[in-house]
């Protein structure tokens, strides 16, 4: 048996350990053959050379997050406990880097695997497609690409669209005029953009139309040039309304497309316009198709099992 003492100079215990030590069983949970002891701002680990050889791994992907963010929920605590974890942080040796800062000065970055691909994917490519289940982060992320493209300089303006009141745009009935009728649906949008532009700069957006929103059947016909444009849900757009809308791509734009094909509104699902793109698009250069999957989640622990439970009905009342 091996005994070593392991420093954590530079981080603050508690956001490791987590409260009455949940963070700390939680790792000694994936290492059950080290024996872990907490010393104040010290670990002592005793166990075989190899188990402290493969802990110690894990333990120096942990503090280096500790480092960069300060903090760590239980769901980034589990990505960096398995594959996932490494990855994010190591990714092609590029460093997670800071997108924006939120309104209350909180750094925004990529928090998972596929939040970090679709951040590096942008670089290369000026259409995205990021599809995946509830609560992955595609929209925020996306967002938050947006508005640091938009104070870098890089575009003139952001564009907004979804598909509204299910499949159809039937937005007649509502009352209001055309941006009070669309902002329900619109709603996630607008909750992110508060996140990182303050108030009265993202009113004075607003009016300038800095920061637009445009009903998807409303897009026919233009011209987006110098443009950040995500189209959201857009598992309820139809074949012919996606494809109208990835032709009103001019130039210096980025066009990101997020949805999650197993909640299309569509009366008829194979008519969801995004599993076709996926497939007619897949392998264009300068297009990018990331997949999020429950990794992915960052809500609610609990989405995850949500997830989970619904992927694996069939529909009958019973699971597969």
């Known amino acids: 048996m091996t005994e ?28 059950p053959k080290v024996k872990i002891i907490a010393r104040g701002s010290d670990l ?19 503090l280096d997050f500790l480092h960069e963010y300060n903090e760590m929920s239980e769901d980034d605590l589990n990505l960096l406990l398995d594959d996932a974890g490494k990855e994010n942080v190591e990714k092609n040796g590029k460093k997670n880097e800071i997108l924006v800062y939120g309104t209350n000065g909180k750094p925004i970055q990529a928090r998972t695997v596929n939040q970090l691909n679709l951040v590096l994917e942008y670089i290369e490519n000026d259409l995205l497609l990021a599809v995946g289940p509830a609560g992955t982060g595609k929209t925020y992320t996306a967002i938050a690409l947006a508005v640091r493209a938009l104070k870098n300089k890089e575009v003139r303006r952001i564009v907004l669209t979804r598909p509204a009141v299910e499949a ?9 005029d055309m941006r009070e009728k669309l902002d329900p649906y619109l709603q996630p949008l607008y909750d992110a953009l508060r996140d990182m532009i303050p108030p009265k700069k993202l009113t004075n957006y607003m009016e300038d ?39 009103r791509m001019g130039s210096n734009s980025k066009f990101i497309v997020t949805g999650d094909i197993t ?34 989640i960052v809500r609610h622990k609990l989405v995850k099992d949500i997830v989970r439970a619904y992927d694996s009905f069939d529909g009958s009342g019973k699971g597969k």
Do not use: C, W
């Open 209 to 247: 139309e800095t920061i637009q929103i445009a009903p998807l059947a409303f897009m026919r016909g233009r011209t987006l040039e110098n443009a950040f444009v995500i189209m959201d849900e857009a598992q309820n757009a139809t074949l012919n309304q996606l494809k109208m809308f990835l032709t």
């Open 168 to 176: 159809g745009e039937h937005l007649g009935f509502l009352p209001g």
């Open 263 to 296: 909640q299309i509104d569509l009366p008829d699902k194979r008519s969801s316009g995004l599993i076709q793109a996926m497939k007619i698009l897949d392998g264009i250069e300068g297009i990018s198709i990331i997949n999020f999957d429950e990794r992915d």
């Open 4 to 31: 070593k003492l392991i420093s954590l100079k530079g981080v603050d215990p508690k956001s490791l350990f987590g409260a009455y030590n949940k963070y700390l069983n939680k790792i000694s949970s994936v290492f």
């Open 44 to 62: 002592k680990v005793i166990g075989d050379e190899k188990e402290l050889v493969l802990f110690e791994e894990k333990l120096d992907l942990i």
